[in-house]
């Protein structure tokens, strides 16, 4: 009784936020044009990302087989749910991938493709997937220049990469290069027009959206 309640709870606070986010939609159609690119910021917590109602920019990333994926071109034929990760030295994005597996035949279900965007570089991915046999449609985005134009990439300081690298954790040898860039985890509920009408992004990496929260987001923005 008391998971019910939580659950109806976590839907309702969902479709109050997306029945939110359509409605500026409809004032601020100005929005509809994204940006130019930001350049990276010097934290996570500066971040300008992308905004509900903001059309999705025309970039290009990598399949894990090196070739080239338009993403808006792909968002064309199907909803998507898009999500940013930073890459599979993470231990905490490996998690919630693993969580996200449990919203996915839902997702499906209801008519997503789900595609998941990191910083790997297309061999590193492919032994992601080796790994831990996500069904998602893994990308790379090894020069950050998706993770810019929707406003989520931040530079990594010396001192943190010297630490990660401690950990085993390189950031040079994950995206075959040396800008020390990463993106802020994010999930975009996009639909075919590449308007954005579900975000979550938040500069704490350890917090990350919730499976059912997902669900329900997943579910109003088609209504």
């Known amino acids: 009784m008391v998971q019910t309640t939580v659950l109806s709870g976590i839907t309702m606070i969902a479709v109050l936020l997306v029945a ?5 939609q409809d004032v601020h159609q100005d929005l509809a044009t994204p940006p130019p690119p930001p350049p990276p910021v010097a ?3 500066e971040i300008h990302p992308l905004l509900i109602g903001m059309k999705i920019p025309d970039v290009t990333v990598n399949a894990t087989d090196g070739s080239p994926f338009r993403l808006s071109e792909a968002i064309e034929k199907k909803p998507t749910v898009l999500i940013f990760y ?7 994005c490996n998690v919630h991938l693993g969580q996200l597996q449990s919203a996915e035949p839902e997702l499906l279900k209801l008519g997503y493709q789900i595609f998941a965007i990191s910083a790997d570089r297309p061999e590193k991915l492919r032994e992601s997937m080796e790994k831990k046999h ?9 020069s950050m220049a998706c993770a810019r134009s929707f406003g ?5 300081d010396e001192n943190m990469v010297e630490k990660y690298k401690s950990y085993n954790m390189d950031l040079e040898e994950a995206s075959g290069l040396k800008h020390h860039l990463l993106p802020v985890p994010a999930v975009f509920i996009i639909g075919t027009d590449g308007i ?4 979550y992004v938040n500069p704490n990496y350890k917090v990350r959206i919730d499976p059912n ?6 579910r109003a923005v088609l209504k």
């Open 20 to 24: 939110a986010a359509l409605h500026a």
């Open 43 to 45: 934290s996570a917590e």
């Open 86 to 92: 930073r890459g599979g030295w993470c231990p905490y």
């Open 134 to 142: 996500f069904n998602y449609t893994l990308l790379s985005d090894s």
């Open 152 to 156: 989520l990439a931040f530079r990594v």
């Open 196 to 199: 954005i009408k579900f975000e």
């Open 213 to 218: 929260v997902l669900s329900a987001a997943a």
